[in-house]
């Protein structure tokens, strides 16, 4: 099993910067790909970013690219997701997952955390 902890959300207002975090526990030593995933009110769970876990291999929606930049720091099980020039849009629940199997499969799923951007 695995577990995947998210913080860092908040309210920010547009223009500004958040970074989130997830840490993972358990069987992490086969992960595959970590990713960071958002749902806003009304609308249905969006990719946002991923990267592999044991190469340097990441992928951005187009909605973030250049915005938003995802991180891992294997020796502490952690993704990062760092927020930048943040719009009203960008506000959601962002949730963390694992991909074990491969082919965006993501498992496992964290409880999210909530960032809201204020115009």
């Known amino acids: 099993q695995v577990q995947l902890v998210e913080s860092g959300g908040g309210l920010v207002q547009a223009g500004g910067s958040l970074r989130l975090s997830c840490v993972a526990s358990g069987r992490t030593f086969s992960m595959h790909t970590m990713g960071w995933f958002r749902q806003a009110p009304g609308k249905e769970r969006e990719f946002v970013a991923a990267?592999?876990?044991?190469?340097?291999?990441?992928n951005y929606a187009d909605s973030v690219k250049g915005r938003f930049t995802i991180s891992r720091y294997n020796a502490k099980n952690t993704v990062y997701l760092l927020m930048n020039s943040l719009k009203p849009e960008d506000t959601a629940v962002y949730y963390c997952a694992a991909d074990f199997r491969g082919g965006d499969s993501y498992e496992y799923w964290g409880q999210g955390t909530q960032v809201t951007v204020s115009s």
């Open positions: 990267i592999s876990w044991n190469g340097d291999s990441t």
